[in-house]
Nanobody, 117 residues
Framework: QVQLVESGGGLVQAGGSLRLSCAAS????????MTWYRQAPGKQRELVAA???????NYADSGKGRFTISSDNAKNTVYLQMNSLQVEDTAVYYC???????????WGQGTQVTVSS
């Protein structure tokens, strides 16, 4: 089992920045893929960014050039640095961890990000 706890959400003006954190209950090196998703009201949950245990990253087009995903193995934490935030980025942001060998698929409880105009 892996518990994931997100933090760092809040209210920010358009153009501002936030850094989200996802703290895992065990070494993230043992989690094959850590991913940030978001879900806006009335919309489906969508992938924002992903990072593998090897450090490879992938981004949705909506965040390319603005968002950066990173990990700190010593702190068992994955981050999402979000710059130049737009009103359209308003959503609940979720962290997900997948362990391929065991089939484990874990989600955090989410953190609200609200961007005001």
């Amino acid at each position: 089992q892996v518990q994931l706890v997100e933090s760092g959400g809040g209210l920010v003006q358009a153009g501002g920045s936030l850094r989200l954190s996802c703290a895992a209950s065990r070494s993230i090196f043992s989690i094959n893929v850590m991913t940030w998703y978001r879900q806006a009201p009335g919309k489906q949950r969508e992938l924002v960014a992903a990072i593998t245990s090897g450090g490879n990253t992938n981004y949705a087009d909506s965040g390319k050039g603005r968002f950066t995903i990173s990990s700190d193995n010593a702190k068992n934490t994955v981050y999402l640095q979000m710059n130049s935030l737009q009103v359209e980025d308003t959503a609940v942001y979720y962290c997900r961890g997948v362990v391929v060998t065991s089939g484990g698929d874990y989600w955090g409880q989410g953190t609200q990000v609200t961007v005001s105009s």
